[in-house]
């Protein structure tokens, strides 16, 4: 698809509190219209050959049209890869992810079936997910694998979560929400579906942001227009954030993040297929298998409640954030900075540490780049996406940047 031309222009966003989400809880909220007011100009994109023909729309307008979409209803079939270009260790990153979201069980038994845990697998590598909705109290997400399934369902008061391979089944009840106190049916930060992916994307469209119409798309069998983020900032790893827009309803059907870097995408999220007609009831029916183990979430909570006790006094008594308690944010819009100190200060083991095996040593060397400059010394540690430096005497700075980005933040630290 060739580009078009397209509206561009600098400006700084209206930024509006978004409270909790409207019924439509899996539409882009209408607050984000106000990023389109504020930035983005009123010359619209026509479409290339061999897309769909349809009328022209600016990028003010297109944004107007996500926010709008009052779209509660649709079911269908969703493709996510996700590429930071780490490693996979045999799944050793995937389980490492899943405790650290999970916040630890302290040696207790929790379910496998916890979506908390569970759904931080989205993170890594290429997912099929099955998806449907009705309305804000009726959702279900299903991650299909090669040999067994894991479903999560939010029916009214009730989430249920069952996990094929382990056999395994998660219950919440009473609360009338999702999981976790989130109006969504993943944990807050996985993804299950690419207007999640859009919502966040579009809250970073300020005055830091490029924002165009490129030209149509067919998703899913559906007409689509395509709308273009692109930071304006030198020194981001992101290089842009495309959003197919569903011409008919404003839906986003799929969402691509490019790094800078070039070559294969970061995320690349988008339906293969969905219908926008009423799921049949039996989609948000659930009935535990026989012979399943039913973990409780008052039980699984309890759990995780004293994990979360357990860090906060740790992080209390040795100091691990500067400040009240919190990283410094340094910059802002997409080459944001997170800068805080390791828990009593520790760095990494250095050369001359006589503690360390050459072996060890020569291990860790290889994991980052080292780096010097008015800040002293350290490593930079990268992913496609997601940088951090660790300096010798303790501090570490990560953002969605590059090495050089990281470098001056630590030298203006």
């Known amino acids: 698809m060739a580009p078009n031309d397209s509206a561009e222009t600098n400006g700084t966003a209206v930024r509006r509190p978004v409270g909790r989400r409207k019924a439509a809880r899996y539409i882009v909220p209408v607050a984000v219209a106000g990023v389109a007011a504020a930035t983005i100009g009123l010359v619209p994109a026509l479409a290339s050959s061999g897309d769909p023909d349809l009328p022209k729309i600016t990028a003010q307008e297109l944004i107007e049209k996500i926010a709008a979409s009052d779209t509660e209803q649709f079911s269908g079939t969703v493709k996510i890869s996700t590429d930071l270009g780490i490693p996979s260790m045999g799944g050793l990153a995937g389980s490492f992810l899943s405790g650290a979201a999970g916040g ?56 249920w979560a069952y996990d094929s391979g382990s ?25 299950s579906t690419p207007k999640e992916l859009a919502e966040e994307a579009l809250k970073a469209a300020d ?10 798309a067919r998703i899913a069998g559906r007409d689509a227009y395509r709308l273009v ?10 290089g842009s954030v495309t959003v197919a827009v569903d011409a008919e309803n404003g839906v986003p059907l799929k969402f691509t993040l490019q790094p800078s870097s070039g070559g294969k995408a970061v995320v ?3 339906f293969t297929s969905v219908d926008f007609g009423k799921p049949a009831a039996s989609s948000f029916a659930f009935t535990p298998p026989k012979g399943a183990k039913v ?10 409640k004293e994990a979360r006790e357990a860090a906060e ?34 760095a990494l083991p ?24 008015k800040f002293g010394s350290g490593t930079v540690f990268k992913t496609r996406l997601i940088n951090a430096l660790m300096t010798d005497d303790g501090r570490v700075y990560v953002g969605a940047v590059t090495k050089d980005a990281l470098v001056a933040a630590a030298n203006a630290g």
Do not use: C
């Not at 005055?207 to 149509?216: E, I, K, N, R």
């Open 295 to 304: 973990t409780e979430a008052d039980d699984a909570d309890g759990h995780e």
């Open 229 to 238: 983020l692109k930071p304006e900032q030198k020194g981001s790893t992101i």
């Open 104 to 159: 630890g069980d302290g040696g207790k038994d929790t379910s496998s079936a916890d979506p908390q845990t569970k759904l931080t697998e989205l993170a890594s590598g290429t997912h099929t997910l099955r998806v449907a909705a009705d309305g804000p109290d009726k959702q279900r997400l299903s991650v299909l694998d090669k040999a067994s399934e894991y479903s999560l369902i939010h029916n009214g008061d009730e989430v």
């Open 167 to 191: 056999h395994a089944v998660y219950h919440a009840e009473g609360r009338g929400e999702a999981p976790h106190g989130k109006d969504r049916a993943a944990p807050e930060g996985v993804p």
């Open 268 to 270: 690349d999220a988008g």
């Open 313 to 346: 006094k740790a992080r209390d008594d040795l100091g691990t954030f500067e400040g009240e308690g919190a990283p410094k944010i340094i910059g802002k819009g997409w080459n944001s900075i997170a800068e805080f100190r390791t828990p009593g200060g520790a």
């Open 350 to 373: 250095s050369e001359a540490s006589k503690d360390v095996p050459a072996e060890a040593q020569q291990f860790l060397d290889a994991l980052g780049d080292k780096v010097s400059g």
């Open 207 to 216: 005055g830091t942001t490029s924002v165009t119409v490129d030209g149509t």
